[in-house]
């Protein structure tokens, strides 16, 4: 038989069990992010390693184990933020213990029920106004704690969400107006928030910073960004690193619950 040099028994199915649970949680940590397209593209070099190393094809297999070996190096090259994000998480107390106790120790990327409806009415009302005012604003929201990694760049507020509380945060004479917002389960967890930048060359020239960094936190997370431009009063949303702009203020509650309920 072709497959008689394959053995199997029940710690390789075991085995398989663990490494395709381990696959599908760093899948969950990196997904929606720009890091998922180079992780597949590993992944497929490896597979494709491991069959020729199984064809006994000596030579390719031993190309391949060095790219592979120097891909360890690379990958956490590649990853470090993702990495740290993980030994972040790991690493809260909070976190292990509601993780234990729940049962679902390894569901570090899976969405977790919200205790709190999001109150979208708010949040459309208040970017409705900023935009007749030309205030710009950046509003970044989530199901998961994946937006806890950049918690730290700007000011704890974990205040329930209002809509003038909103329009304060970002009045152009605020302290905390320079910066984006983090909402969670219907709570504003920090203001003034550092994202990271995207690096598309291919965004027009009108789209400033505002936009680059809605563009970054959606390329590495799975969250929804929300802007107003302070030059033109537009708004606009980025999901999964792609932009929906010039919503009207009227259109806004309804296009932001249209996108919540698909992510």
Known sequence: MILQFIQFDFLDLLDVVLVAVLIYQVYQIIRGTIAIRIFLGIFTIYLFWKIVEALNMELLSEILGQFIGVGVILLIIVFQEELRKFLLLVGNTEFLSSRMLSGNMFHFGAKEKSTLSLNIKDIARACANMSRSKTGAIIVISK????????????????????????????????????????????????????????????????????????????????????????????????????????????????????????
């Not at 030059?231 to 309804?254: D, H, W």
Request: aromatic letters at 4%; proline letters at 4%.
């Open 144 to 263: 998961t704690s994946e937006l806890d990694f950049y918690l730290g760049s700007g000011e704890i507020l974990n205040a329930r969400i209002s809509q003038s509380l909103i329009e304060n945060i970002f009045f152009k004479n605020s302290p905390m107006h320079d910066g984006a917002v983090l909402i969670k389960d219907n709570t504003i967890l920090a203001a003034r928030c550092v994202l990271p930048v995207s690096e598309n060359k291919d965004l027009p020239p009108t789209m400033g910073m505002r936009h680059r960094a809605a563009l970054g936190i959606t390329e590495k997370t799975s969250a929804i960004a929300l802007i107003v431009s302070e030059e033109t009063g537009k708004i606009s949303t980025v999901q999964a690193g792609k932009f929906k702009l010039n919503i009207t203020p009227e259109n806004l509650e309804f296009h932001l619950n249209k996108i919540l309920q698909e992510t």
